[in-house]
């Protein structure tokens, strides 16, 4: 089944104390992505990857790290997370967009609490 | 970033209603989505529309590019409970760019 995975659905953690958030797709896409959903805010992007070794920041990407070592791999990396980053997080992938295409593929989610 | 406008925020209607969203920008795009998310899930596309003028239908959605390029809805016919949920729109804002931009969605209630 083609889906794109993220581990953990669900994390409570405590300030400063470092964690990574996995997204795994197997559609073989070169597009992948992450997201934050707020309240009253939808979705908003962090960074995105257009292929291996190839990553670039989004709307919100302070906090945040990732990487892409593989294709089917991009990590969320919070070194020292705070409460503000708080959220529910989308991990997404596509193939690559151009004009005719551009349909992310979006993953369960990963609630995440920083106290 | 860019700033999406959607509306209405939320909407109650009665079973069989149809139902009818929007979305603005501030500046031209060059693609509009539609995706829809249940509670506990990641959202899903419904309907991409590459073209401006463009009219679009999935089932009982029928989705439009606006003219100007800045603006998209969707519509809904004859809702069902199965329709409940968050709708978003989202749009790319020009060739080369690879961001998408998020509305801030419109929740659906259906009551039977």
């Known amino acids: 089944e083609a889906q794109v995975t993220q581990n953990p659905r669900y994390l409570i953690t405590v300030t400063g104390k470092k964690l990574t958030v996995t997204c795994s797709q197997n559609?073989?896409?070169?597009?992948m992505s992450w997201y934050r959903q707020d309240p009253g805010l939808g979705l908003r992007q962090i960074y995105y990857?257009?292929?291996?070794?190839?990553?670039d920041k989004g709307d919100v990407p302070e906090g945040y790290k990732v990487s892409r070592k593989e294709k089917r791999n991009f990590p969320l990396i919070l070194e020292s997370p705070s409460p503000n980053q708080t959220s529910l997080y989308f991990c997404?992938?596509?193939?690559?967009?151009?004009?005719?295409?551009?349909?992310?593929?979006f993953g369960p989610g990963t609630r995440l609490t920083v106290t | 970033g860019q700033q999406l406008n959607q509306s209405p925020q939320s909407m109650f209607i009665q079973e069989g209603e149809d139902v009818s969203m929007n979305c603005t920008s501030s500046?031209?795009?060059?693609?509009w989505l539609w995706y829809k998310q249940d509670p506990g899930e990641g959202p899903v596309l419904l309907i991409a529309?590459?073209?401006?003028?463009e009219l679009t239908s999935n089932g009982r959605l029928t989705a439009q590019f606006g003219i100007t390029r800045k603006d998209s809805f969707l519509n809904i016919s004859a809702s069902i409970p199965s329709d409940v949920g968050i709708y978003f729109c989202?749009?790319?804002?020009?060739?080369?760019?690879?961001?998408?931009?998020f509305g801030t969605g419109t929740r659906l209630t259906v009551i039977p």
């Open positions: 997404a992938s596509s193939p690559i967009p151009s004009g005719s295409s551009y349909e992310q593929y």
């Open positions: 559609m073989n896409h070169e597009y």
């Open positions: 990857s257009m292929n291996v070794e190839v990553t």
């Open positions: 500046s031209i795009f060059n693609t």
């Open positions: 529309l590459y073209k401006a003028g």
């Open positions: 989202a749009g790319h804002a020009q060739t080369g760019a690879n961001n998408l931009f």
